[in-house]
């Protein structure tokens, strides 16, 4: 996609692994289980001709997996190989994963977030389930709805609702030293909580909608969109240029 320009690549510098592998049994290893050697019998190439695959030059297994080669920079998404061109020129580089056009970093949870993780999960239960006063509209009673659209007004999470979990936190001797937390996580736990109660009510994947609308990648691809859609219709004029 990124070759022939039919796509904007957003997001972050894949693993790079880029290699054809045979495995050879070593008879010699079968008396209690069979070994075998792996060997490196090809390489993959884009079609710009581009190799994808990380430097494992020195050897180091660790600095293979963990740091990204001998190649790798600093930084993930700097160049790191040789460059090949696009179908309109423009410049892409191989020698160490698919380096996005747009680069984005994931979120990552932090410590907090991640010891959140089980108050959330259990006050929604009960907020679905009706054990939670006042909160009645919240409660799923009814069949799951895996095609469903989420809308702003599913699930709601009002200052009604943080205040209910931020007591419900505070009364628990496992969570109450998050309780001075909540506020500068406020954010992520309302998406979490809205993505629980959405869960219970639409499914797992529907409820993928929730974290998405929060996702600063997803949110930078719907930006380059029409950027994309603009470079794919340049490449095409290009290939049907060509003789």
């Given at each position: 996609?990124?070759?022939?320009?039919?796509?904007?690549?957003?997001?972050?510098?894949?693993?790079?692994?880029?290699?054809?592998?045979?495995?050879?049994?070593?008879?010699?290893?079968?008396?209690?289980?069979?070994?075998?050697?792996?060997?490196?019998?090809?390489?993959?190439?884009?079609?710009?001709?581009?190799?994808?695959?990380?430097?494992?030059?020195?050897?180091?297994?660790?600095?293979?997996?963990?740091?990204?080669?001998?190649?790798?920079?600093?930084?993930?998404n700097k160049p790191?190989?040789?460059?090949?061109?696009?179908?309109?020129?423009?410049?892409?580089?191989?020698?160490?994963?698919?380096?996005?056009?747009?680069?984005?970093?994931?979120?990552?949870?932090?410590?907090?977030?991640?010891?959140?993780?089980?108050?959330?999960?259990?006050?929604?239960?009960?907020?679905?389930?009706?054990?939670?006063?006042?909160?009645?509209?919240?409660?799923?009673?009814?069949?799951?709805?895996?095609?469903?659209?989420?809308?702003?007004?599913?699930?709601?999470?009002?200052?009604?609702?943080?205040?209910?979990?931020?007591?419900?936190?505070?009364?628990?001797?496992?969570?109450?030293?998050?309780?001075?937390?909540?506020?500068?996580?406020?954010?992520?736990?309302?998406t979490e909580l809205?993505?629980?109660?959405?869960?219970?009510?639409?499914?797992?994947?529907?409820?993928?909608?929730?974290?998405?609308?929060?996702?600063?990648?997803?949110?930078?691809?719907?930006?380059?969109?029409?950027?994309?859609?603009?470079?794919?219709?340049?490449?095409?004029?290009?290939?049907?240029?060509?003789?």
């Open positions: 996609m990124q070759d022939h320009d039919r796509a904007l690549i957003v997001g972050e510098t894949s693993f790079g692994k880029g290699l054809v592998q045979s495995i050879i049994t070593i008879p010699e290893q079968c008396v209690e289980g069979c070994a075998g050697l792996t060997l490196t019998s090809a390489k993959y190439f884009t079609p710009s001709g581009r190799l994808i695959q990380r430097d494992y030059s020195n050897g180091d297994y660790y600095n293979y997996i963990y740091r990204g080669g001998t190649l790798r920079s600093s930084d993930p790191v190989g040789p460059a090949a061109k696009t179908d309109t020129g423009r410049p892409v580089y191989g020698g160490g994963g698919i380096t996005p056009d747009e680069p984005v970093k994931r979120q990552l949870l932090t410590t907090v977030q991640f010891r959140l993780r089980d108050p959330i999960f259990f006050f929604a239960r009960d907020l679905s389930i009706g054990h939670v006063g006042g909160f009645d509209k919240y409660k799923v009673d009814r069949a799951i709805e895996f095609s469903h659209i989420i809308e702003a007004t599913d699930f709601p999470i009002t200052a009604e609702i943080f205040k209910a979990f931020s007591d419900y936190v505070a009364k628990d001797a496992n969570w109450k030293t998050l309780a001075p937390l909540l506020e500068r996580n406020r954010s992520y736990i309302e809205r993505f629980s109660l959405a869960t219970a009510a639409y499914g797992s994947v529907t409820a993928q909608q929730v974290r998405m609308r929060e996702d600063p990648q997803v949110a930078k691809a719907i930006e380059v969109g029409p950027r994309a859609r603009d470079l794919a219709r340049a490449a095409s004029r290009a290939r049907m240029s060509q003789p």
